[in-house]
């Protein structure tokens, strides 16, 4: 796999699941059931809608997982540090709040640029679909971005 496949899957898993152990137990799941089709098919690179699939399927395993605070990572640099002064919760009240599908397609559209074709093929839906759900994202998350209205 190349460094930007892996870089997107690694960032789908820490932007969907919101915890940095099981985004990082995710990632390693993806990226060997990657690998594997990669020896399979003897090719060199995966096509991005499979990229997407392969991520669809192991985020389901992951998604209802609680994360447990005993859990180590230990002798790996943290590849999910955020930088100081970044505010995640209005994020990670849309991924709370957003149907899951939204969101999903949220990410993969428009933080980790894959199009539309191959976000329908790996999920086995059309490309209107998409580009309704990352439209209908697009505008939760600007909700979850406007400054509290406060009567003074």
Request: hydrophobic share 40%; proline share 5%.
């Amino acid at each position: 796999m190349e460094k930007v496949q892996i870089r997107s899957v690694a960032s789908f898993f820490f932007f969907t699941l919101l915890d940095s152990n099981l985004a990082y137990k995710a990632t390693s799941d993806a990226i060997n059931i990657c690998n594997k089709e990669l020896k399979r098919t003897d090719k060199q690179i995966l096509p991005n809608s499979f990229l997407i699939e392969t991520n669809y399927k192991v985020w389901k395993r992951y998604k209802d997982v609680k994360p447990k605070m005993n859990w180590e990572i230990r002798d790996i640099p943290n590849p999910f540090d955020i930088p100081e002064g970044i505010n995640l919760s209005p994020w990670r009240q849309f991924i709370k709040d957003e149907h899951t599908n939204v969101s999903l397609i949220v990410v993969w559209s428009r933080l980790l640029g894959f199009s539309d074709k191959d976000i329908a093929e790996g999920m086995g839906v059309s490309t209107g679909t998409v580009r309704y759900r990352a439209g209908k994202g697009l505008k939760a998350l600007a909700g979850e971005l406007k400054p509290a209205v406060t009567d003074a």
